[in-house]
């Protein structure tokens, strides 16, 4: 009974990577769907522009923990600008697709890595282009808005 999922999304489900969350974090994104009512949130610790941890709490779908799980895999050791380029579609390619219904969940990972460089560049005084957090809504916490957009 595998309902389309990849064998990774099983793996990433049963076996998540990054759970957790960290003390004095650098950043922390929270997003939400209003749809589905999963919440997944994103702490990430940030040294020389250098994601040295991240971890991750999801209150959710298989394919939300799987998403976050290898969502916090890509970005780990990556610098802030490389982590900002990660797109939800990355994310389910790496877990080997995930099936059409499931894509608004791999959404969410991309959103709350987003959500928590925002934190980070505002808790610090960096400047940066709104446009990259457009999709975030206005304060940048999407949690609950539902207006998360299917890709
Ligand atoms: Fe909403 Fe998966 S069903 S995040």
């Known amino acids: ?3 389309g999922y990849s064998e990774k999304v099983i793996e990433h489900f049963t076996n998540p990577r990054n759970v957790g969350e960290l003390a004095n974090p650098s950043g922390v994104g929270e997003v939400g769907n209003a749809q589905c009512g999963d919440i ?12 040295t941890d991240v971890k991750f709490k999801t209150f959710g779908c298989a394919s939300a923990i799987a998403s976050s799980s290898m969502a916090t895999e890509m970005i780990k050791g990556k610098t802030v600008g490389e982590a900002l380029e990660l797109t939800n579609k990355a994310v389910a390619q790496a877990l080997d697709g995930l099936p ?41 916490h999407d949690h609950g808005h539902g207006d998360l957009v299917e890709e």
């Open 40 to 51: 997944m949130r994103v702490y990430l610790q940030v040294e020389n522009d250098i994601i």
């Open 100 to 140: 059409p219904v499931k894509m608004h969940c791999s959404l969410l990972a991309e959103q709350a890595v987003k959500s928590a460089i925002k934190m980070y560049y505002d808790n610090n005084g960096i400047a940066y282009d709104a446009a990259l957090f457009a999709k975030l809504g206005e304060d940048g």
């Open 1 to 3: 009974m595998s309902l």
